[in-house]
């Protein structure tokens, strides 16, 4: 059995402690597992925690501690360490060492129960099913303990149901509810503590139980399983053909193999709900999924509905929205419903590539058409000839560009820089842009010609923080995209994680969320990322405003947007609105003088 054992004091006899808790506690304080007086220590100085394999120390301090003489934070335990607190040295032992021959019996079935224990744990970890991994930890019990048959009792809400059940050959046990004391189960429920009844038929207090006497019950032992202080399950267990099998020493192991088996059943359940979960995520993105794209809001909604139409004509489409909002998504997804599905899917993002060399990139050119033009080389638009051409950041592309590119949509042909001969193309054209085109229109930026020819059938993307439900779905679609790829033990998102996804704005939007996650999957170290593993803080979110407030800052952005529509006729801004004239006035003087 584990163990720390230490020398309290100078004239102190030798103590050890056996380590059958999950977190066993030590420091100054008396509240602690082990209590170790030093004003050098801090109430609570360190803690040991047992995750299913291996001890590891860790300080609570902002100080050291020393582990064979050397400072750590936190330390993975092995076979006799030796750990220094204070002026106190204590040493964790794995095994039990050699002990007096009156208790070599209880310190080997302890040990028993600790490599059973271990060999559970790795059951746990090679994936079996929750029901193989429960049926294993019953024949675990039977077999330390000697009883006929075990059982496994959950509270589910406040119910008690038996969640597996065996018999000495290791066969589960049909209707095994009716085979359990109700009596002796509900004691445990009660106190909360490891009971053993060694002759239920005579014992003075369930001697008189209906459900001892018709089970006709002769040894009985059960243990409750424990969760920071909140009992979730009974190890039961019994025989009814021996009486005065089970003695108190039994009643100890058992209770210590229940401490170790509380946290490897609920990893268990854990990992069973999770494959539940990712379970129901994959049918959920299935009747969620559009081609490529995940979403459910009420707006992706509408956009599958008219990608599903325009997708089987040759109109061309402006698919605008913010930056990382998915725009090659929903023109792929056009180029695979068309009839050109067969046919190339180009894309030229008009943004990333040199003025000088993006009417090349275009339309092609001829050999000694300009400098470093050494051979004859086709363009873009003969590239998605038979396809789909995705003009990508359309609104960067420059005003003596913007003629030629509309030449082309209107002939259906290109001429190649340096050549003087046109050639035919049978393309679709499909643009996106986070700008807003109409306003480049009017700033002189973009011809008015050319945005109605790209733009037949607009679809506007919205931002990732006015999708809803969308989000939390998307980023556990990525994350496990991403634990998959990079093979990691990360599982999910804590729900503090949640919250702050929901209450951040996600400004780069999804391209933003996947870089997030990746970083965080690459770097975590546990199985659920929280909302700092995403680097989400409280001052990063948008402060929330009074009624009276947000009321207030809607008001004066449109009464300005109509001002500017009306170019600054106050006077008309008033009738449009349905306001006396002197609002308008008041609403000009207040924002002059802010």
Same mark, same amino acid.
């Given at each position: ?16 402690? #056996? ?43 902002? #100080? ?8 750590? @934070? ?70 330390? !303990? ?166 089987? !004509? ?37 943004? %990333? ?13 001829? @050999?000694? %058409? ?53 050639? @035919? ?55 496990? @995209?991403? %634990? ?6 990360? +599982?999910?998102? !804590? ?22 996650? +990746? ?6 170290? +546990? ?68």
């Amino acid at each position: 059995m584990p163990s720390l054992s230490y020398q309290p004091s100078e004239n102190s006899r030798q103590r050890t402690i #056996q380590l059958f808790k999950r977190i066993t506690t030590i420091g100054d304080g008396a509240e602690n597992d082990i209590s170790i007086p030093d004003a050098g220590l801090s109430d609570t100085h360190a803690h040991i925690h047992f995750d299913g394999n291996s001890f590891n120390i860790s300080c609570l301090d902002k #100080q050291v501690i020393l582990v064979n003489n050397l400072k750590v @934070k936190a330390h993975k335990l092995g076979h006799k360490d030796r750990i220094r607190l204070g002026e106190t040295e204590l040493t964790f032992f794995l095994y039990d060492e050699p002990v007096d021959n009156d208790e070599s019996d209880l310190q080997t079935a302890r040990l028993d129960a600790y490599r059973k224990m271990l060999t559970f744990s790795n059951r746990l970890l090679a994936n079996n099913s929750i029901d193989d991994l429960l049926n294993a930890l019953l024949d675990a019990v039977i077999e330390l !303990t000697r009883a006929d048959k075990g059982m496994l009792i959950l509270l589910e809400g406040n119910l008690l149901q038996v969640k597996a059940a065996r018999n000495l050959k290791k066969e589960t046990i049909e209707d095994a509810i009716q085979k359990v004391s109700d009596t002796i189960v509900a004691q445990v429920v009660k106190s909360k503590q490891a009971l053993i009844v060694s002759d239920a038929l005579n014992h003075e207090t369930f001697k008189t139980s209906e459900s001892v006497v018709n089970l006709k019950l002769c040894s009985v032992m059960a243990a409750p399983l424990m969760e920071k202080g909140d009992m979730f399950g009974i190890l039961y267990v019994g025989n009814d053909n021996v009486v005065n099998l089970f003695e108190e020493h039994s009643l100890e192991v058992l209770t210590v193999f229940a401490a170790q088996a509380s946290l490897l059943v609920q990893n268990a359940l854990l990992l069973n709900e999770l494959l539940l979960d990712n379970q129901e995520l994959t049918e959920r993105l299935e009747r969620m999924r559009f081609g490529e794209i995940i979403g459910a809001c009420d707006a992706m909604k509408e956009i599958f509905r008219k990608i599903d139409k325009i997708s089987q !004509t040759d109109i061309s489409v402006l698919i605008t929205g913010e930056t990382g909002t998915g725009k090659e998504l929903v023109a792929r997804r056009i180029h695979a419903l068309s009839p050109r599905v067969k046919g190339p899917f180009v894309t030229i993002n008009c943004g %990333a590539i040199p003025e000088n060399l993006l009417e090349s990139e275009l339309f092609g050119h001829v @050999k000694g %058409a300009f400098t470093g033009a050494v051979a004859t080389r086709t363009g873009k638009f003969q590239a998605a000839d038979g396809g789909t051409l995705f003009l990508d950041e359309i609104g960067e592309l420059p005003p003596q560009l913007q003629v030629k590119l509309l030449r082309a949509l209107q002939e259906k042909s290109v001429t190649k820089v340096g050549d003087n001969r046109t050639e @035919k193309v049978n393309i679709r054209i499909i643009s996106a842009t986070n700008r807003d085109l109409e306003k480049g229109i009017k700033d002189g930026n973009f011809r008015e010609d050319l945005y109605y020819r790209i733009k037949v059938v607009g679809l506007h993307l919205p931002p990732l923080c006015e999708r809803g439900e969308d989000l939390p779905l998307i980023a556990k679609y990525l994350l496990n @995209k991403f %634990a998959e790829e990079f093979t990691t033990k990360v +599982k999910g998102f !804590t729900p503090a994680a949640v919250i702050a996804m929901r209450k951040y704005s996600w400004p780069g939007n999804i391209r933003q969320l996947e870089n997030r996650i +990746k970083r965080a999957i690459v770097l975590a170290d +546990k199985t659920h990322l929280g909302a700092e593993d995403l680097d989400l803080n409280p001052e990063d979110f948008e402060p929330v405003l009074s009624l009276s407030t947000a009321k207030e800052e809607f008001q004066r952005r449109y009464i300005n947007d109509i001002l500017a529509r009306n170019n600054g006729n106050r006077t008309k801004t008033a009738r449009d609105l349905g306001v006396d004239p002197r609002t308008i006035f008041r609403h000009l003087e207040k924002q002059e003088t802010e």
